[in-house]
């Protein structure tokens, strides 16, 4: 069974930082390591919005609001993403989730919470 577990989320001073981790269970190397994996977040009462994603040669993207801030990475071999939050402001606060493409369904985690305190 696939899952996408995230952890290392929490409470953080404003320009603070966290990293946060992404386990995919449930699948092999060969279907990790090629397809792109994306991290999103949800604030309350907003949209679930993209945050970052990094393809399957490794090449990532972010959303403007979080460029230079945040860095998405990924270890194929322990079939891991990470997202490293840094510089962290009160308008990052929420739920983050991992998010990927992997056995041609769309899997998501349950979310891991970002809090931030100004």
């Known amino acids: 069974q696939v899952q996408l577990v995230e952890s290392g989320g929490g409470l953080v001073q404003a320009g603070g930082s966290l990293t946060l981790s992404c386990a995919a269970k449930g699948t092999i190397f060969s279907v990790f390591s090629g397809t792109t994996m994306n991290w999103y977040r949800q604030a309350p009462g907003k949209q679930r919005e993209l945050v970052a994603s990094?393809?399957?040669?490794?090449?990532?993207n972010y959303a403007d609001s979080v460029k230079d801030r945040f860095t998405i990475s990924r270890n194929n071999g322990k079939k891991m993403v990470y997202l490293r939050l840094n510089s962290l402001k009160p308008e990052d606060a929420a739920v983050y989730y991992c998010n990927g493409l992997l056995y041609s369904r769309d899997y998501w985690g349950p979310g891991t919470q970002v809090t931030v305190s100004s």
């Open positions: 990094i393809s399957s040669d490794g090449s990532a």
